[in-house]
Every structure is written in C-alpha cells, then in structure tokens.
C-alpha cells in the first residue's frame, strides 16, 4: 500500500492504492477464482486492507447479478426444498445457541464502504386525463338566442357527445402525426412496447415526444372495466416504487413529465374516479422504457 | 406450528422490501425466511445447480444459504451490501466450495434434471422490475470485451480457479485477475444508475 503524494495527484487530495487491489486481487477473490498460495497471502492481507475490502464489497454486489443472466427457465426453485427449510427453520428457532463448526464464509465485518441509496425522484404531475372528459363550454356560458335555443342545445349536445371523441380524434391526429415526424426527427421521438403480463390481456404503445415532455400511450384488447372503475398508469423508477402517472377510460391516455427518469411502465386497474395512490393489483400491462 | 396462518402471513409478507424481511427474520418470522425464499430461491438454486451440475448438491447448496441468514440475519449490516447480495455470495461460495471438494470436476454438458414447475410467485411487480434487471444485465454482459466476459464466466459459473482459467485461456495468471477486475468494473459502471444495485 502507498500514498500517493500531493504533486502526484494534482488536486491535492490524498489517494490510496494497494498493488493487491490493483492487480486484481480483490475482483478474483469476489469470484472464488483465487486459489493456491495466493489465496492464503491475500487472506492475511485482507486483515489490514480497506481498500481490498471496500473494493470486495462492490464487486461483490456486482458479481450477485449474474445469476440474472440464467435463463428463467434455469432458476426455478424446487418446491420440496422450501418445505424442507421450513422444517429445518421449525427445528432450529431463532435464538436459540446452536453450536456451529466455524463457517469459511468470508462476509466478514471488515467491509466499510455503504453503498449509497439511489435518490427517490419527485412525483410525476399528471394532469389526470378525467379532466379532458369535460367537454366544450358549459351551456350556461354560451350567449343564445331563443330561436336558435334548441339548435344550440342540439349543437351542445352532439358537441358533448363528440367531446371525448374529439379528444381522441386529436389524440389520434397526434399519434399520426408523431408518427409521420418520426423520420425527420428520431431523437424527438421514442416508442416501446408494452405486453400483457400473466395476469393481464391486451398490448400497447408508449409514444414518447422527448421535446415536449410527454408521452402518449396507447392501448387495446385490456380486460373491460366495471362500472367505478379506471385504468391507472404507473411509472417507475430503478429500483423504485410505482408511481401514479394519470387514469384513463379510453384506449389512449397522455402522460406529462420527466419520463427519462423512468424506467417501466405499467397499467392496473384502480377504484375511479382518480384512482390509487399505490397500485391495489398486479399490472396487466408493462413495459420498458427510457434508454436500453 | 402454523400452516394456514403462515401462508396467509407469507402472502403478505411478499410485499415487503428485503429489508423488512431480513427484519423479521432476525425476530424469529418464519414466514419472512419463507418470503425470501419465494423471492430468490429460484436465482440461488439455479446458480447452485449451473456450478455443481447435480440436484441434491445444489438443493443443500441452497439450504445452507438460507440457514445461514436464518442464523446471522442479526449480523448483516444493510450500509455492505443488499440482501441479495449476501444471500448469493454465500451460494456462490458454497457451490464452489463443493464442486471442488468433489473428485474431479463435474462436466457442465450434462442435461438439466427435469424440475418439479412452481407455481409463480404471487408477486407480478417483482416479475415485471425482475423481467427488467435481467434484459440490462444480458445487454450489459453482452457488451463486455469477449476476453473479460469470458473470464468472469468461467470463474463465476464454472467455478474455474485462476490457473485453470490461465491454462485454458493460455494466459498469465496476472492477466486473469487483471481481466477480473476490469471486466467487473466495467459491468458495474454499466449497472449503475439502473436500480439493480
């Protein structure tokens, strides 16, 4: 181990290395792979060594996502052996001294490094697409004659009536022309898939207009809502929890925000009229978003 | 003993971060080891079996692993590491403890055993964030150099040691380690920021 000295470093902060580490002692250490007279060196080594071991401890959680890279058919874990540990758990409760060989297991107290937190993001605000289901101006705001009363009322009614559709002729006009954009302007646009998961049925599209901050999904074939009832989209961070990102009735819905912070979308479907502050199902729709 | 009372508790339990588990498990919850298991036995299994290559050994593999966090969960601190984390480093340990104290080394080519299906964890959030973390580690591996990937694979699957490696590799010991350390650096700076840890 040396110190690295001031002029060395430039910026006068101190930094240590160790020729252990650097070598790779710690990486293959935190693969099982170092062996021989080595592997006793850099045992004793490790004794005294904060830096192999804070290195350990981030490899370490590294090397625990390869067994990702199983195929799901691969990790299935046997049913017996669940029954046989909770028996075994049964026999041995906790808190109870039980006299145990020395384990090699090398978790051992010297890690010192805390892997930091990921930071949770503020909520997305979604204008909740209910409000657009307002339709035209009320009719108390519209100046009318008596004659053309009921031609007025006429006119409000079939505007009302066409009021959702409008929104999702404009919606859809949107669709149409982000679609057509779509080759002049790539890194204004992205769209990913979402699929049905094992509970769900249907399958659907995430447009997202990066310029505008705002998403538009579109959807079809989801199961049917009860009366009550709404579809609730859900963004979710890494590693984070759902949140509520707007509930639509229709087969399309926008969704406003920051969605690169993001990195899933999912669908439930919630209690109406605005939904869940927490998903209370499983979604039947999800997919992924942002970079891959 | 509990039967139904603890399925019912386990179902709920299902819903807890790792965390909250690990907690209750240092209270003597047997419905949260039972939740854990539900959680990452399948991972902690297959990884078992993909180093031994044999059923029994992997399921002991795997049994002692939980055992020992049924023990220690009081000696885990959150601030080195997750659950997961600590729960397959001690698998991966396990398994290569025992490949290598076998005679010879069990040949990987053998067929999988036909295993019993379980039914799927009531969890479809943890299927959707799991189906997620596996799609970025694969693309993550995928665009690691073919000499560090390899390495890496051979070690961590295979339960080669570092001569081994080199021999096979026909390198020196140094570049094995060398590539180790590289090719995990560069798989960790590639995970960063995507939430699998």
């Known amino acids: 181990m040396r110190m690295l000295s001031e002029n060395e470093m430039g910026n006068g902060t101190e930094l240590m290395e160790c020729a252990f580490a650097e070598r790779g002692f710690a990486a293959a250490y935190t693969l099982n792979a170092l062996d021989g007279e080595e592997l006793g060196a850099y045992r004793q080594h490790l004794a005294g060594c904060a830096i192999c071991a804070a290195e350990i401890v981030a490899l370490r959680a590294t090397a625990a996502q390869l067994p990702l890279s199983l195929d799901e058919a691969e990790t299935v874990a046997p049913p017996a052996l669940r029954a046989r540990l909770l028996e075994a758990v049964r026999t041995e409760p906790r808190g109870a001294a039980v006299a145990r060989p020395v384990t090699t297991d090398r978790w051992d107290g010297r890690d010192s490094v805390a892997a930091p937190r990921g930071l949770r993001p503020a909520a997305v605000g979604a204008r909740p697409v209910t409000e657009r289901s307002e339709g035209p101006t009320p009719l108390s705001a519209r100046p009318r004659r008596l004659p053309q009363a009921y031609a007025a009322a006429a006119v409000l009614l079939l505007t009302f009536g066409l009021g959702l559709l409008g929104w999702n002729l404009a919606l859809q006009r949107e669709v149409r022309q982000a679609r057509a954009d779509r080759d002049e302007a790539r890194a204004a646009l992205a769209v990913y898939a979402l699929g049905a998961t094992a509970a769900g049925a249907g399958h659907g599209e995430v447009i997202h207009l990066r310029n505008r901050g705002q998403a538009i999904v579109t959807v079809s074939g989801l199961p049917p809502l009860q009366p009550g009832q709404v579809y609730q989209i859900w963004l979710i961070p890494p590693g984070g929890q759902p949140e509520g990102a707007g509930v639509f009735l229709d087969q399309a819905s926008e969704v406003e925000g920051d969605l690169a912070r993001y990195q899933t979308l999912a669908i439930t479907i919630e209690p109406g009229p605005a939904g869940s502050a927490a998903p209370t199902m499983s979604p039947i729709l999800a997919g992924t978003i942002g970079e891959q | ?197």
Request: charged letters at 25%.
């Open chain 2, 1 to 197: 003993m509990r039967i139904g009372p603890l399925d019912e508790s386990v179902a709920v339990l299902h819903a807890e971060s790792d965390e909250v588990l690990l907690a209750a498990i240092h209270r003597g919850d047997e419905g949260a080891i039972a939740a854990l298991y539900d959680r990452y036995g399948g991972l902690a299994y297959g990884l078992a079996y993909r180093i031994v290559n044999d059923r029994g050994t992997a399921e002991d593999v795997v049994q002692d692993a939980f055992m020992s966090v049924w023990r220690r969960a009081v000696s885990f601190q959150t601030g080195r590491g997750s659950v997961r984390t600590w729960l397959l480093s001690i698998v991966h340990h396990r398994a290569i403890d025992r490949l290598r104290g076998t005679s010879g080394r069990a040949r990987r080519d053998a067929p999988l055993d036909e295993v019993d299906r379980v039914v799927a964890v009531d969890d479809p959030w943890a299927e959707v964030q799991l189906r997620v973390q596996r799609d970025v580690l694969r693309q993550s591996m995928a665009t690691l150099p073919e000499a560090q990937r390899r390495t890496i694979e051979l070690a961590y699957f295979g339960g080669y040691t570092q001569h081994e490696i080199a021999s096979t590799m026909d390198v020196p010991i140094g570049t094995v380690k060398g590539r180790m350390r590289i090719g995990l650096q560069k798989l960790r700076g590639l995970l960063a920021g995507t939430g699998i840890e």
